[in-house]
């Protein structure tokens, strides 16, 4: 999902390599990379897996902030979500609107 707006601030994450970011680490171990990032970094961290940026959000309140309160101003109208969505269908994860409402 991506934020829009003039608001959205940077979120600190782990550097990564020049083009592949964070994905060299986070395919050796992902849950040992996500579990050292929450805890090096917060409750928020920015990852770049090569030109895709991404946000972990590990706290109760940020995951209800995004998914629930906020959840329009996290479209997923981007072309990694176009490739899932070719794959996966407009299943939960790449839905969103009321048929995303429907299916949480």
């Known amino acids: 999902m991506r934020a829009h707006g003039p608001?959205?601030?940077r979120a600190p994450g782990p550097r990564g390599q020049f083009l592949l970011g964070n994905l060299p680490r986070a395919r050796r171990n992902p849950i040992a990379f996500f579990m050292d990032s929450f805890r090096d970094y917060g409750?928020?961290?920015?990852?770049?897996?090569?030109?895709v940026v991404g946000h972990l959000v590990?706290?109760?309140?940020?995951?209800?902030?995004?998914?629930?309160?906020?959840n329009k101003n996290y479209g997923k109208q981007t072309r990694g979500y176009r490739n899932l969505r070719y794959v996966l269908g407009n299943g939960l994860l790449t839905s969103e609107g009321e048929t995303w409402k429907r299916q949480r």
């Open 7 to 9: 608001s959205v601030n």
């Open 43 to 51: 409750e928020v961290v920015r990852f770049r897996f090569g030109p």
């Open 58 to 70: 590990s706290s109760s309140e940020g995951a209800n902030h995004v998914l629930v309160e906020n």
